[in-house]
């Protein structure tokens, strides 16, 4: 399931451009409050399967029209809104992950974000559109895929453009594992990028994110021909395709709706 949050008050606020950990933070916020044990769960260890870490949820950034929000800072690394609006979603397939936010969204009206106070309009909750066995997922942020690579210190982010056929098995073996981790059953699926649309934007697709300080990622906008299970397609609606979906990478929509 997927929480539109809908947030008012934000004309003339500047926050980070890549405010994907900032929004992270505020959702472990919600959950600290609603529920501390469960939060402190989730955030020191979540679902294991050996030395990695789950946490299946999944965030987008703040949706702002274009002209509604300008570039500022010393290398246009703020955001400056025009408008007084914007709106944010999350998403998850746990129960129990859900019932905690929603029960913050019910006592708060506000929360901070990065060094402002911030005010919920209001929260939604929106139910899976119909989702069959062939469909294609469009980006909403960046989708992030790393492998381990001799050459490098740190993992090698895998971009969608420049070796497509490894994006999609490192995406698609990315979704098997989380599928199985939660439910303990294997699925039938086939991720694939779709080819025209790197044709025609090339490396216009990467993303550079400054998710902290010192951490940088590199992500692919790009959409995803999905065929496999509806089980498993609806859970990548709700978790995000590829790595680090709790800190805002990954999040989709299905191809002919808005987000």
């Given at each position: 399931?997927?929480?539109?949050?809908?947030?008012?008050?934000?004309?003339?606020?500047?926050?980070?451009?890549?405010?994907?950990?900032?929004?992270?933070?505020?959702v472990?916020?919600?959950?600290?409050?609603?529920?501390?044990?469960?939060?402190?769960?989730?955030?020191?260890?979540?679902?294991?399967?050996?030395?990695?870490?789950?946490?299946?949820f999944?965030?987008?950034?703040?949706?702002?029209r274009?002209?509604?929000y300008?570039?500022?800072?010393?290398?246009?690394?703020?955001i400056?809104?025009?408008e007084?609006?914007?709106?944010?979603?999350?998403?998850?397939p746990i129960?129990?992950?859900?019932t905690?936010l929603?029960s913050?969204?019910?006592?708060?009206?506000?929360?901070?974000?990065?060094d402002?106070?911030?005010?919920?309009?209001r929260?939604?909750?929106?139910?899976?559109p119909?989702?069959?066995?062939?469909?294609?997922?469009?980006?909403?942020?960046?989708?992030v895929i790393?492998?381990?690579?001799?050459d490098?210190?740190?993992?090698?982010?895998?971009r969608?453009?420049q070796?497509?056929?490894?994006?999609?098995?490192?995406?698609?073996?990315?979704?098997l594992?989380?599928?199985?981790i939660?439910t303990?059953?294997?699925?039938?699926?086939?991720?694939n990028v779709?080819?025209?649309?790197l044709?025609?934007?090339?490396?216009?697709?990467?993303?550079k994110?400054q998710?902290?300080e010192?951490?940088?990622?590199f992500?692919?906008?790009?959409?995803?021909?999905?065929?496999?299970?509806?089980?498993i397609?609806?859970?990548?609606?709700?978790?995000?395709?590829?790595?680090?979906?709790?800190?805002?990478?990954?999040?989709?929509?299905?191809?002919?709706?808005?987000?």
């Amino acid at each position: 399931m997927r929480i539109k949050i809908s947030l008012k008050g934000l004309r003339n606020k500047a926050f980070k451009r890549d405010h994907y950990y900032q929004l992270s933070s505020v959702v472990y916020n919600m959950l600290r409050e609603a529920n501390p044990e469960y939060s402190k769960w989730l955030h020191q260890k979540g679902y294991e399967d050996g030395y990695k870490h789950f946490k299946f949820f999944n965030i987008s950034k703040l949706i702002i029209r274009k002209e509604n929000y300008q570039l500022t800072g010393t290398n246009n690394e703020l955001i400056l809104l025009k408008e007084d609006t914007a709106y944010f979603y999350v998403s998850s397939p746990i129960e129990e992950f859900l019932t905690n936010l929603v029960s913050y969204l019910l006592a708060k009206d506000t929360f901070k974000l990065g060094d402002h106070i911030v005010y919920i309009d209001r929260a939604v909750a929106l139910p899976n559109p119909p989702i069959s066995e062939n469909i294609t997922f469009k980006s909403i942020t960046p989708i992030v895929i790393t492998k381990k690579h001799s050459d490098y210190r740190t993992p090698f982010f895998i971009r969608a453009y420049q070796d497509p056929e490894e994006f999609d098995e490192y995406i698609t073996k990315n979704a098997l594992e989380k599928y199985k981790i939660l439910t303990g059953k294997n699925a039938n699926l086939s991720l694939n990028v779709d080819r025209e649309y790197l044709k025609k934007k090339a490396n216009r697709t990467v993303v550079k994110i400054q998710l902290k300080e010192n951490q940088t990622l590199f992500g692919s906008l790009v959409p995803v021909k999905a065929k496999g299970d509806p089980a498993i397609l609806n859970f990548l609606y709700d978790v995000g395709l590829g790595e680090k979906n709790s800190q805002g990478m990954g999040m989709v929509e299905i191809a002919g709706y808005r987000f």
